[in-house]
């Protein structure tokens, strides 16, 4: 079955910016989108098809996808940026999420 | 504004069925670009996808889940609805429900419920 790996855990001081990879088998050829879990809260889709924002989410938030990895970058992160990120794709019919990425801002 | 609400028993006993109902307001669920999911997550775990339907009965399911896993749609209603038969320990979790936008453009889950903690135990 397909899989999509992320790093457990990304830190980054407060306006610095980070970056939280992505990788699974020919991931580029597919659209990747990201989820934003803040503790006790419901998934929020932050960027969907690789690199487009919904309405109401920052401008820090950007995404890209290429060759195996896609890779959601927060500029200028802030301590509410604090959070679980999942990637995740479709493939062979079925919806993948990586294993979750925990962005810790110190 | 779309809202998905899920609803159902907050505990389950073993071997026994799981059922959750996720009530959409504010839209639609008879729109096509559409399908509506189940995810759940367990506490302190990732992200687990369970499956998705859309409003004509067209159903995906996770293959780790899919021989105990029922998801039905009722239009007249603007719900959709999620059976786990035999659920065990393994099976408690946090279940969102959560609209899928579904095509050539990706697919992706743009609006979820606040989810329901199922806790299985005798």
């Known amino acids: 079955s397909y899989e999509l790996t992320q790093p457990p855990s990304v830190s980054v001081s407060p306006g610095q910016t980070a970056s939280i990879t992505c990788s699974g088998d020919?991931?580029?050829?597919?659209?990747a989108c990201w989820y934003q879990q803040r503790p006790g809260q419901s998934p929020v889709l932050v960027i969907y098809q690789d690199t487009k924002r919904p309405s109401g989410i920052p401008e820090r938030f950007s995404g890209s996808n290429s060759g195996n990895t896609a890779t959601l970058t927060i500029s200028e992160t802030q301590g509410m940026d604090e959070a679980d990120y999942y990637c995740?794709?479709?493939?062979?019919?079925?919806?993948?999420f990586g294993g979750g990425t925990k962005l810790t801002v110190l | 504004q779309l809202q998905l609400q899920e609803s159902g028993p907050g505990l389950v006993k073993p071997s026994e069925t799981l059922s959750l109902t996720c009530t959409v307001s504010g839209g639609s669920i008879r729109t096509i670009s559409y399908y509506w999911g189940w995810i759940r997550q367990p506490p302190g775990k990732g992200l687990e996808w369970i499956g998705i339907i859309n409003y004509s009965g067209n159903i995906y399911h996770s293959p780790s889940l899919k021989s105990r896993v029922t998801i039905s749609v009722d239009t007249s209603k603007n719900h959709f609805s999620l059976k786990l038969s035999s659920v065990t320990a393994a099976d408690t979790a946090v279940y969102f429900c959560a609209r899928q936008m579904h095509g050539y453009g990706g697919n992706y889950f743009d609006f979820w419920g606040r989810g329901t903690l199922v806790t299985v135990s005798s």
């Open positions: 995740q794709a479709w493939e062979n019919s079925t919806v993948v």
């Open positions: 020919k991931l580029g050829n597919k659209y």
